[in-house]
């Protein structure tokens, strides 16, 4: 079947078996690694991106269910000259060690920073408790997350 | 000013935080087809037939093998004792023994092409009585290999004296299980292989591609030069990638058999139960002293489960003997081990591999003491530690300790934790009779690292034109920040600016020899070959620069501001690096050392662990609130990286301790084969950890430097369990086994109270 979807803001026309997961049509089909999967479970987040602004997990998702719909990536994070704060802040504090779980962890903040205004650590590790990381005990990542919420916001576009 | 010491981000990071690693599911190889296994769905049977019919009109389907199409020897456990018998064909042949073994291989144009088609390949048994748990499999009711004769894949037994415990005032025994869990490195297994003319190369998600070659090499008859290894980007691997695994090494035969790359990547599904599972001890302890507080004789008996192939598993007790005493200078000490096949997944090693085992097991017996004589467990552990004017300290199994202060770091840690006021809290809601009691839990620990194979690494500096350098080196990081570190320590001897010094590893083609990354060896043994590479190249520079000073080389000296060699006392007249660079021009051996290290041996890293919970008496709710760690891992390079691998060590520990257990029902079927099921820990069930420096610097080395990747695991876990117990202990609980879950712990306090009733 056809679908169109918009990708780290350019505009993707595929076509895709109707059973394609969402994130093996983001790495199998327009080649975008960054997006990793950890699980065949939908346990450990290591697939999450931004759909239409709100983290999922993309293996949860049929690439069908997102035609029309906009994505972001990790690819997509970024500003032209700089790193988005959560990343920053990630990079800062160590939040990432073997970076197989970072991409999912990174978006999964970025959207929980979104969402909820006042986090402080437990609502921190509440809201990531879709996000599996095997290497950092979580507490760097938690460290990253608070100070990137303390960042002002800034565009990343 | 040095370099060294300050928390340097890391360099590796931009690129997995802004497009992703590229690990072996993302390597894009033209050409390739899948391979899919299709697995055992029995944990011991015979196989009658396997019929491929159906699944070779599969859509996209090349081709099907099955154990009688490969033509490659089984793969021997390449450990010392292990049975030729116990070693496992790359695809099963006649029998099965364990639910995930290998049956069969499909090579699809697409990937889910290749599951589709695994689903249709039919497989009859013959089911055959399974053993499963390793105490079981020493009465040899069941064998997996009859043509051995016994489940004991490597004896190990020492004398028992008869007058062990004579003497003693009070002994303690107790069986503890060390229970069998997942290592869950995020990134599951993935690779490729592919030819090129005569030669093979193999990508793997692998923590020592040195050691991948070998094996490779070893099990096609291959001369070495004709095998690369390369791991791409590896998603962690805890022990559990240090070898190849049979998924790897049939790869290259695919590719051979099909005339195409293949490319490979499991599920979690089969991760599960196909990766390497890690601890898995049965472990007797018997513990004697006098009421007074000091330990007199200790014995350890060990039965470890290795699962259905021997594999690094079987080899754990060999590790945890050389720790049985832990901290402590006890008279007498016996170990005894056996490692029994039984139908599971084979085990291997897993962050610690057999010293967190040796430290659960001493640390429970030192609390089971300590409880038995009414004495605080942080005051027993003090009165047994090794004295600090006793080291270098030979323990009665040979160990040979470097360096310690193991009282000072249960001191930090009981400051730190404010022990007494924790006491103190604890008496309160006793007292008061609230459901939510706290318990507190001390661990005193000593480990082994850099302690198996050679405890060399090699490292190779150079300099490029232009005045840049680049560091090869033998270790395998995946996500211990060895190009971070590396390159600090290069550009400390150097005087180049670490931005300008590349960075090499995980190549065989690039690198000649390496040990890789496992055992927390790399700092002391490759980390320590780069500073000395590194000091030999700036000697070697040094003459270089004498030559073209027309200067004496004793007086040239390096500016390492500026990377600037000169005359001492004359900086104005000097040549750069690039200088000297260019003055080599095509002598290729000019500007490079290649080393490798030879530390006098491994180091012991100790610490002192306090851990603090609240348990909910009503419904055994466990909640981990606190986790103070005093680690010593002598002298540190980089203490952003340091604490980094501290952490995770702890989150592990405080995993098994809490929550995770790879579980089979009585018949071998694996009742946590993914992450639903597998308890994996997360951020929620975590506190923030609160680290406290401490550093003795190990004479060993010239870094002073000592492992610090398993310290936090082999600490924590018996610091967690402990507590768990102690919040209870008021009831009359002496010991709950590992994963303290709610159920179990509420069972032992229904146990206690039933108890108490009588
Ligand atoms: S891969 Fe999507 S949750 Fe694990
Ligand atoms: S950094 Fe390795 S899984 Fe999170």
């Not at chain 2, 013959?126 to 004769?149: K, Q, R, Y």
């Not at chain 2, 490319?263 to 472990?283: D, F, I, K, P």
Request: with cysteine.
């Amino acid at each position: 079947m056809k679908i169109t979807t918009t990708v780290n803001g350019e505009q993707r026309d595929s076509e895709v078996e109707p059973r394609l997961l969402l994130v093996h049509y983001l790495r199998d089909v327009l080649g975008l690694t960054g997006t990793n999967v950890g699980c065949d479970t939908s346990s450990c987040g290591a697939c999450t991106v931004l759909l239409d602004g709100e983290s999922v997990k993309s293996c949860t998702v049929l690439a069908a269910q997102a035609d029309g719909s906009s994505i972001t990536t990790i690819e997509g994070l970024a500003g032209p000259d700089r790193m988005h704060p959560v990343q920053e802040a990630f990079q800062e504090h160590h939040g990432l060690q073997c970076g197989y779980c970072t991409p999912g962890m990174v978006m999964a903040a970025v959207s929980l920073i979104e969402e909820v205004p006042d986090l402080d650590e437990a609502k921190v590790r509440e809201g990531l408790e879709g996000n599996l990381c095997r290497c950092t005990g979580y507490h760097n990542i938690v460290k990253a997350v608070l100070a990137a919420a303390k960042t002002p916001a800034r565009s990343a576009s | 000013m040095s370099i060294l010491g300050n928390r340097v981000q890391r360099r590796e990071d931009p690129k997995f935080l802004t497009t992703g690693g590229v690990y072996g599911d993302d390597l894009k190889i033209e050409g390739a087809l899948w391979a899919t296994f299709v697995r055992s769905t029995m944990a011991h049977a015979r196989l009658t037939s396997l019929d491929v019919t159906e699944a070779r009109n599969r859509p996209g389907v090349v081709a099907i093998y099955t154990g009688e199409d490969v033509d490659l020897p089984p793969v021997p456990a390449g450990l010392p004792g292990v049975p030729d018998v116990m070693a496992r064909p790359v695809l099963a042949k006649g029998v099965v023994r364990f639910v995930g073994e290998a049956v069969a291989v499909v090579l699809t144009e697409e990937r889910y092409q290749g599951e589709d088609a695994a689903e249709s390949v039919f497989v009859d048994y013959e089911p055959l009585p399974a053993v499963v748990d390793p105490v079981s499999a020493l009465t040899g009711d069941v064998l997996l290999f009859p043509e051995h004769g016994s489940n004991v894949a490597v004896p190990m037994n020492e004398p028992q004296a008869e007058d062990f415990f004579d003497g003693c005032e009070v002994v303690v025994r107790h069986r503890l299980i060390n229970q069998r869990v997942a290592p869950c490195p995020l990134e599951v297994r993935s690779g490729a292989a592919m030819w090129e003319g005569d030669r093979v190369i193999q990508y793997a998600s692998n923590q020592a591609p040195h050691g991948a070659k070998a094996a490779i090499a070893g099990l096609y008859g291959l001369e070495a030069d004709r095998v690369r290894v390369i791991a791409p980007d590896v998603g962690g691997g805890f022990g559990a990638k240090i070898g190849l695994y049979v998924e790897d090494l049939i790869l290259p035969w695919l590719a051979k058999a099909a005339g195409r790359p293949v490319h490979w990547t499991e599920t979690r599904s089969e991760s599960m139960l196909a990766l390497g599972h890690g601890r898995a001890q049965v472990q007797d302890v018997a513990i004697g002293g006098s009421r007074d507080g000091k330990v007199e004789a200790y014995r350890l008996e060990v039965v470890q489960d290795a699962g259905a192939y021997p594999s690094l598993g079987s080899f754990l007790p060999a590790l945890t003997r050389l720790m049985t005493s832990g901290t402590y200078d006890i008279p007498k000490v016996e170990f005894s081990a056996a490692s029994m096949v039984t139908n599971t997944t084979p085990t291997v090693a897993y962050r610690g591999a057999g010293r967190p085992e040796a430290t659960a097991a001493i640390e429970r017996a030192m609390d089971l003491f300590a409880a038995e004589i009414g004495m605080d467990p942080a005051e027993v552990r003090k009165r047994n530690v090794v004295a600090n004017d006793k080291f270098p300290f030979t323990t009665p199994t040979g160990t040979v300790y470097d360096i310690g202060d193991y009282g000072g770091a249960i001191d930090l840690a009981l400051q730190a934790s404010d022990y007494q006021a924790l006491r103190a809290e604890q008496a309160t809601r006793r007292s008061s009779g609230d459901t939510t009691q706290i318990g507190i839990g001390v661990s005193s620990y000593v480990e082994i690292t850099n302690g198996a194979g050679p405890p060399g690494e090699y490292a190779k500096v150079e300099i490029l034109p232009g005045g840049k350098a680049r560091v090869y080196t033998g270790t395998s990081p995946h996500g211990q920040g060895h190009e971070t570190a590396w390159t600090m320590l290069a550009s400390e001897q150097l005087g180049i600016p670490m931005e300008d010094i590349e960075f090499v590893a995980n190549d065989t083609d690039l690198v000649p020899e390496g040990g890789g990354t496992m055992g927390s060896r790399s700092l002391q043994s490759g980390g320590l070959a780069v500073h000395e590479a590194s000091i030999a190249l700036v000697d070697k520079a040094a003459k270089l620069a004498a030559e073209l000073l027309e200067a004496n080389a004793d007086d040239v000296v390096l500016d390492k501001v500026g990377g600037r060699f000169h005359v001492a006392g004359t900086p104005a007249v000097g040549r750069s690096w690039a200088e000297l660079a260019e003055a080599a021009g095509d002598d290729g051996d000019a500007l490079v050392v290649a080393h490798s290290s030879s530390p006098a041996g491994p180091t012991f890293p100790f610490g002192a662990h306090v851990a603090v919970v609240e348990v909910d008496t009503d419904t055994g709710r466990v909640k981990l609130t606190r986790l103070v760690a005093v680690d010593d891992a002598g002298t540190i390079v980089n203490p952003l990286l340091a604490e980094g691998q501290r952490h995770g060590g702890l989150a592990q520990g405080a995993a098994q301790a809490l929550m995770e257990e790879v579980r089979y029902d009585d018949d071998g079927n694996p009742v946590t084969s993914n992450l639903a099921d597998y308890a994996m820990i997360s951020a929620t069930e975590l506190p923030s950890f609160e680290l406290v420096a401490m550093a003795t610097p190990t004479p060993i080395n010239a870094l002073g430097a000592k492992g610090i990747g398993e310290s936090g695991t082999i600490g924590s876990t018996p610091a967690v369990q402990s507590a768990v117990v102690d919040a209870l202990a008021h009831l009359g609980v002496r010991h709950i086994d590992m994963p303290a879950t709610p159920e179990r712990v509420w069972r032992a306090v229904a146990a206690a109270q039933s108890t108490a009733a009588e």
